[in-house]
């Protein structure tokens, strides 16, 4: 059987889950919706960095973008399976240890790259422009995530999760820039 990739069932607005109607402007709805955009902006990200040879730490660019990616579709079942009442015992879920995955990945880049004493202006190479339009929609993904903590009952370690993950993505720029062996650029104010 072929895949059918249109159903017309949400024409009206609405999408059905687990047979039930749940409407598309819900809070719900944006957060899926965010966590799958920007799940698309860090692929592209990911894709950017295939044309690159980092200088083969531990864990390269691409690998940990491929990770963040695998985390983001952890992310999407836990609002899914929250916010459509489906309780699994195998359900995936943010744990503190994804925090700290983060927390180490931004530990060990910090390492390798000089200080930070001013703010950076984005798009000296194609990478790490990439990802920091990327680091930008987790900021919106979180924003949205915090509007629906009530809604969904989220725990703390999901918000800790999207908080630490625009951090991961800034760290993750400015190593690509690092090694593409570009100089960042500064902010004038003039």
Do not use: W
């Amino acid at each position: 059987m072929k895949t059918i990739f249109f159903t017309g069932s949400g024409d009206n607005g609405s999408s059905e889950v687990g047979g039930k109607k749940f409407s598309k402007d819900g809070q719900v709805f944006e957060l899926l919706g965010s966590l799958d955009e920007l799940n698309s902006f860090i692929g592209f990200a990911r894709a950017n960095a295939k044309k690159i040879k980092d200088s083969g730490e531990k864990n390269s660019i691409q690998d940990s973008l491929k990770r963040l990616q695998e985390l983001l579709f952890i992310a999407q079942a836990e609002v899914a399976a929250l916010a459509f009442h489906h309780r699994s015992a195998e359900l995936q879920k943010i744990k503190k240890e994804h925090v700290e995955y983060f927390e180490e990945t931004i530990t060990g880049i910090d390492a390798i790259l000089p200080p930070l004493n001013a703010f950076i202006i984005s798009g000296e190479d194609e990478l790490s422009a990439c990802v920091d339009i990327a680091r930008t929609a987790a900021r919106r993904t979180e924003r949205i995530a915090v509007k629906t903590r009530d809604e969904l009952s989220l725990s703390p370690e999901f918000l800790q999760f999207f908080n630490r993950l625009s951090s991961v993505l800034f760290a993750l720029a400015r190593y690509a820039s690092h090694e593409a062996g570009t100089k960042e650029n500064n902010p004038l104010y003039q």
